[in-house]
């Protein structure tokens, strides 16, 4: 079975620093790893994704994150922070067996403070 | 227009009734999910159809059950709900020509309190 660990439920930074928001992950097989938004009150929306390839992903809003194997992470980083970043983010691992399911780690709050 | 609708968005019902919530989508999907987000546990796969013909339970399907009444629509519901059903649910959609690699789109949510 596969699964995702986020590493702090709730993440503070400052306008203008890094962010970092950790995901490791749990899979039998190579694994399709995505990272989704929710923005409050909204549906989720895909930030990025990595299927095959280049393991550094880059994504919308100036998000990317980097697979790293060896690891077992996916980690989400932006240079930069806005308060608009300000959002809940679920990493999330697909079933490669190609069923399209997700399975979602618990989420981490981005908190952003002018 | 939104592609991935959810009515209603909001419901508060007490404990025994029997609840439907409803999805709708125009984006031409083949395959739709039920998730339920509660705090702190992230999202969690209730039910899945990969097309009108296919429904596959998912993590925690007991106390639910899903109607796929035709590709755009994807209904939810509740026989007797219980206050632990107290969550906001989302419907998401993905084409399926991806295989794992989909992304899927999500509605917009309907919050359920059960009393």
């Known amino acids: 079975a596969q699964s995702v660990t986020q590493l702090g439920s709730h993440v503070s930074v400052s306008e203008g620093a890094l962010v970092l928001l950790r995901c490791n992950y749990s899979?039998?097989?190579?694994?399709?790893l995505f990272w989704y938004v929710q923005y409050p009150n909204q549906g989720l929306q895909l930030l990025l994704k990595?299927?095959?390839?280049?393991?550094l992903v880059k994504g919308i809003n100036g998000f990317e994150a980097e697979f790293k194997k060896s690891e077992t992470s996916f980690h989400l980083t932006k240079p930069s922070a806005h308060m608009s970043d300000a959002a809940e983010y679920f990493c999330a691992v697909s079933d490669v067996r190609g069923y399209s399911t997700l399975t979602f780690g618990k989420g981490t709050m981005l908190l952003v403070s002018p | 227009d939104a592609d991935v609708t959810q009515t209603p968005r909001n419901r508060i019902t007490k404990t025994g009734k029997r609840i439907m919530l409803e999805c709708s989508q125009t984006k031409g999907h083949d395959r739709m999910y039920w998730y339920r987000q509660d705090p702190g546990l992230g999202l969690r796969l209730i039910y899945y159809?990969?097309?009108?013909?296919?429904?596959n339970k998912g993590e925690i399907s007991d106390g639910y059950s899903v109607s796929r009444q035709a590709q755009a629509k994807f209904s939810l519901s509740l026989e007797s709900a219980i206050p632990n059903q107290t969550a906001l649910y989302f419907c998401?959609?993905?084409?399926?020509?991806?295989?794992?690699?989909?992304?899927?789109?999500f509605g917009p949510g309907t919050r359920l309190t059960v009393l």
């Open positions: 998401a959609t993905s084409d399926g020509l991806a295989g794992g690699t989909d992304t899927q789109y």
């Open positions: 159809s990969f097309d009108v013909k296919d429904i």
């Open positions: 990595y299927t095959t390839g280049a393991t």
């Open positions: 899979s039998s097989v190579p694994p399709y």
